[in-house]
């Protein structure tokens, strides 16, 4: 059983100089916390692989593809495979819990 308590591993994200901390990998899926400070660029790219943000903290905006919206504690958000997506105007410091399926990099691009 693989368990993960959101304060030590938000901690861990925090360590380190990445935005972007993996902290669980199986075959079929890889999960992380992606933070975003207010006045930071999402400088992320499209994905070979589809997949889900849960807010867990904060409040900004998401493009994907030509589509805004507004996003705050609890939102969940589906982003298809090779589509374009960025976090911006973020209004408080974002924490997102991010599921990539299957694992982020497996797939070609």
Sequence with gaps: MDVFGLGEVAARLAAQDSPYLEFLRKESLSVGLYSLRVGDEDRQQPHAED????????????RIADEERTVSLGDTIFVAKQVEHRFFDIEEDL???????????????
């Design 51 to 62: 997949e889900v943000y849960y807010v867990v903290s904060g409040r900004g905006k998401v």
């Design 95 to 109: 924490l997102l819990l991010v599921v990539f399926a299957p694992p982020e990099g497996s797939s070609a691009s």
